[in-house]
Antibody, heavy 118, light 108 residues
């Protein structure tokens, strides 16, 4: 059974760096074809893909946020970490991590709400 | 193109059939997947690779594609199907992930 769970701060100040951790079980990020992605959803708005990390360490980022995002993995801990620099109130959103299999995200965490405010 | 376009809202009478569409150039070369999201919940994959259903998804959900348009069809919509639906694919270069703006489905 695949599960994912996001963790991190619920409140960050503008200009700070956000670090979110996705802890997963039921799969290995060393398995060919597997990836973990981060997707966010501002309150009342649509899903927005942020980043994707593959089993072979290949990474993909949302072009408009590429300069602010870093996605890494700790295979020994079954974790994927997303950092986003220079946070702004418009970055207030629920942040989800999800298991990626080819073209789709088939398992999602429950998400963690991050508010950016001074 | 790097966009997927969905109608903001669609309604359907209970038990009738509804089609939710997603348009984008990337759909000419990349399969669409569909997600259902109910208020306060995480998205749930309902269709992937054009017309495959994950385990546990009712067979009233189906997917199709033609040209630059992908469709999610619910045949015999139920009250529990009332939710937001999002399409997803890769961009034309297959390097980036795209999500549509979502369609709010109301079951009357």
């Amino acid at each position: 059974q695949i599960t994912l769970k996001e963790s991190g701060p619920t409140l960050v100040k503008p200009t700070q760096t956000l670090t979110l951790t996705c802890s997963f079980s039921g799969f290995s990020l060393t398995t060919t074809g597997v990836g973990v992605g981060w997707i966010r959803q501002p309150p009342g708005k649509a899903l927005e893909w942020l980043a994707l990390l593959y089993w072979d360490d290949d990474t993909r980022y949302r072009p408009s946020l590429k300069n602010r995002l870093t996605i890494t993995k700790d295979t020994s801990k079954d974790q994927v970490v997303l950092t986003m620099t220079n946070m702004d109130p418009v970055d207030t959103a629920r942040y989800y991590c999800a298991h990626n299999h080819g073209t789709h995200f088939d398992f999602w965490g429950q998400g963690t709400l991050v508010t950016v405010s001074s | 193109s790097s966009e997927l376009t969905q109608d903001p809202a669609v309604s359907v009478a209970l038990g009738q059939t509804v089609r939710i569409t997603c348009q984008g150039d990337s759909l000419r070369s990349s399969y669409a997947s569909w997600y259902q999201q109910k208020p306060g919940q995480a998205p749930v994959l309902v269709i992937y690779a054009k017309n495959n259903r994950p385990s546990g998804i009712p067979d009233r959900f189906s997917g199709s594609s033609s040209g630059n348009t992908a469709s999610l069809t619910i045949t015999g919509a139920q009250a529990v199907d009332e939710a937001d639906y999002y399409c997803n694919s890769r961009d034309s270069s297959a390097n980036h992930v795209l999500f549509g703006g979502g369609t709010k489905l109301t079951v009357l």
